[in-house]
């Protein structure tokens, strides 16, 4: 069966960095675009950042210029590298991976969900 395991969350003062790992298993990793999400407290998910199958990416505003996206198809693995981190981005981090060729911005389009990485933002 699929699985999507994140990996490197943890806390860190604002102003850090962290980088998130997802590694992927029982799917063509190649075939499919890979996202990330986030969901604060009390927040509904939000979309972070993703990567397309011909490594286009794209980000949320909020996530721009500090944020970076990347995926070795040999290692079926996706990556998150957060800098400048701020307390605003305290949240569960999840990777997603969606099937086909599109940009996939929602929830609703990407088929498998990873259990999701804590990352906590000290002021």
């Known amino acids: 069966q699929v699985q999507l395991v994140e990996s490197g969350g943890g806390e860190v003062q604002a102003g850090g960095s962290l980088r998130l790992s997802c590694a992927a298993s029982?799917?063509?990793?190649?075939?499919?675009?890979m996202g990330w999400f986030r969901q604060a407290p009390g927040k509904e998910r939000e979309f972070v950042a993703a990567?397309?199958?011909?490594?286009?990416?794209y980000y949320a505003d909020s996530v721009k210029g500090r944020f970076t996206i990347s995926r070795d198809n040999a290692e079926n693995t996706v990556y998150l590298q957060m800098n400048s981190l701020k307390p605003e981005d305290t949240a569960v981090y999840y990777c997603?991976?969606?099937?086909?060729?599109?940009?996939?911005?929602?929830?609703?389009?990407?088929?498998?969900w990873g259990q999701g990485t804590q990352v906590t933002v000290s002021s």
């Open positions: 997603a991976a969606a099937y086909g060729s599109g940009w996939p911005r929602t929830g609703n389009e990407y088929d498998y």
């Open positions: 029982g799917l063509t990793f190649k075939n499919y675009a």
């Open positions: 990567i397309r199958r011909s490594y286009i990416t």
